[in-house]
């Protein structure tokens, strides 16, 4: 009957580890399968939540209650081929690039040039496309090229490459938060020019019932990509992969067709890894 007590402990302590070794196991499988359904590290598994502006027409833009534009449609025929649902939201660019790598976006979509500067803040897929800066003035404005900007009165949207453009030049732009308010001072006449994206500057000065003119445009000196939070390689390399893939089934130069009729595409631009040649099938019937 002493042995008892002994045996009583004895089985206790087995149960226990058991029980220790079942809980590490299980908690092994969890992590596996969130790693399964969440390969990609997103704020809600299945669902890529994208930064992006609602007045940069034919690029980012809201119609109709729904983002669509160039590299919006592209993102989400992207993420259709890696299973995931695009949510856009929409924000300031000033803001985007740190919203992306403070994880309250899993991507920013915006026409975002590839800066050295940037690359400190968020990581970048590869280019999707080229862009030209646009010069923007009012009508009857005697401004014609870039090199009548000193002493003028230069508006750019603050953050954007245009921004970083005009400060390189020493044009002490003026800095505003998204293109609506670059437009708006052309139209009153408070600026007497605009350095935009080309294909945003010729959409609006379109729109303007004739107040805005397109003066001069000069090739951007690097490409344009996806942006993702600093260390998001799983991810980054995901959306290469699916970028390659819309490249290849004429996604993309449908798209180039729809949203940029008649726009020449430079012979040494190459889409996304560049070992991809662009389907001219779904240009040409769009």
Not at 86 to 103: I, K, M, P, R
Not at 110 to 138: C, H, Q, W
């Amino acid at each position: 009957m002493r042995f008892l007590p002994a045996l009583t402990r004895a089985a206790a302590l087995g149960a226990a580890t058991i029980l220790a070794a079942t809980t590490l196991t299980a908690c092994g499988d969890d992590s596996s399968s969130d790693a399964t359904a969440n390969p990609y590290g997103l704020a809600q598994p299945g669902v890529l939540r994208a930064g992006t502006l609602t007045d940069a027409p034919p690029n980012v833009y809201l119609k109709d209650g729904k983002f669509t534009g160039f590299d919006n449609d592209l993102l989400t025929a992207v993420a259709g081929k890696l299973g995931l649902k695009v949510e856009f939201v929409g924000t300031d660019f000033s803001a985007l690039l740190s919203q992306v790598n403070n994880h309250k976006f899993d991507v920013g979509s915006s026409s975002i040039t590839i800066t050295e500067a940037r690359k400190k803040t968020v990581d970048f897929g590869n280019g999707y496309d080229f862009g030209y800066f646009g010069l923007d003035v009012p009508a009857g404005s005697p401004i014609t090229g870039f090199d009548q900007l000193a002493g003028k009165r230069v508006v750019v949207v603050q953050g954007t490459v245009q921004d970083d453009y005009a400060t390189g030049q020493k044009l002490d732009p003026v800095r505003v938060p998204d293109y609506n308010g670059a437009i708006n001072q052309l139209k009153a006449g408070t600026a007497d020019a605009w350095i935009a994206p080309a294909e945003i500057g010729e959409k609006s000065a379109t729109d303007s019932s004739g107040k805005i003119t397109v003066a001069a445009k000069q090739l951007s000196p690097a490409p344009t990509a996806y942006a993702v939070a600093k260390g998001g390689d799983k991810l980054r390399e995901a959306l290469n992969k699916g970028l390659d893939e819309v490249i290849a089934d004429g996604t993309w130069s449908r798209l180039q067709a729809q949203y940029y009729p008649g726009r020449p595409i430079p012979a040494d631009f190459k889409p996304g890894s560049g070992t991809v040649t662009p389907s001219a099938s779904a240009s040409a019937a769009s």
